[in-house]
């Protein structure tokens, strides 16, 4: 399993991105306002990602209908190679995403919840779908479950093009031990999640026990 970081935030990127482990980005327009985004900064916020990371960065397209999708769509992908337009999974949105893909467009199908809409979206030639998995824990359903569903119908079916599932809105080291374990391509974690995927109360035990031997080794000389 790939991870990407789910941010607008260019500090938190250039950190994960340090520690060698982030494949790709994700971004909504709520994680763009919440590091105070200006729209109009909005297209050169984009290229400043795309610059940091090395794969996908997927930028969201605001618009409702399947024209003004396909017309941000264009903007987007003009920006860097590696932006992924990123479309809800809807009528309109699998209309554009077929527009889209067919023009070397790569896309991905967001606020996925079921295996006819990841069916769906993979048909309409979606190159990554995202099935959201807290949103569901949110309204007391199990999102691990869906996300399942998800990922075994995908792989029960070949595809004239590549489609990889995208484990979105994962929120815990737990969502993201799920999500491996059932073979999701990549997880999308906030930089939070990400920190604490790195730790392990039993790896802080062990530097302790280092440090006081060592000190031990030290005091003898
Ligand atoms: C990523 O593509 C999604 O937008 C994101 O994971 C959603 O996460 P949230 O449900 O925590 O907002």
Redesign the pocket.
């Known amino acids: 399993m790939r991870f990407f970081l789910?941010t607008a935030d260019l500090d938190e990127i250039r950190e994960a991105a340090s520690w060698g482990v982030v494949a790709g980005v994700?971004t909504?327009p709520?994680?763009y306002a919440r590091i105070g985004g200006k729209l109009a900064d909005f297209p050169e916020h984009i290229q400043r990602i795309c610059k940091l990371v090395d794969g996908p960065v997927?930028a969201e397209a605001t618009g409702v209908t399947r024209d003004d999708i396909i017309a941000e769509g264009h903007e987007l992908a003009k920006l860097a190679p590696n932006v992924v337009v990123?479309v809800p999974t809807t009528v309109e949105g699998l209309a554009a995403t077929k527009t889209l893909s067919a023009e070397g467009v790569n896309v991905?199908m967001?606020l996925c919840f079921s295996v006819p809409q990841a069916l769906l979206a993979a048909r309409a030639g979606a190159r990554y779908i995202?099935p959201?998995v807290?949103?569901f824990d949110d309204i007391s359903e199990d999102g691990i479950a869906a996300l399942t569903d998800v990922v075994s119908a995908i792989e029960n079916y070949k595809f004239d093009h590549p489609v990889e599932i995208?484990a979105?809105?994962?929120?815990s080291a737990n969502h993201v031990t799920q999500a491996a374990l059932i073979g999701a391509d990549i997880a999308?974690v906030?930089f939070g999640v990400l920190k604490k995927l790195v730790s392990h109360p039993l790896t802080d035990r062990g530097l302790e026990m280092f440090e006081a031997d060592w000190q031990k080794v030290v005091n003898a000389q």
């Open positions: 789910d994700t909504n709520s994680l997927s990123k991905n967001t995202s959201f807290g949103r995208i979105a809105s994962l929120r999308t906030p």
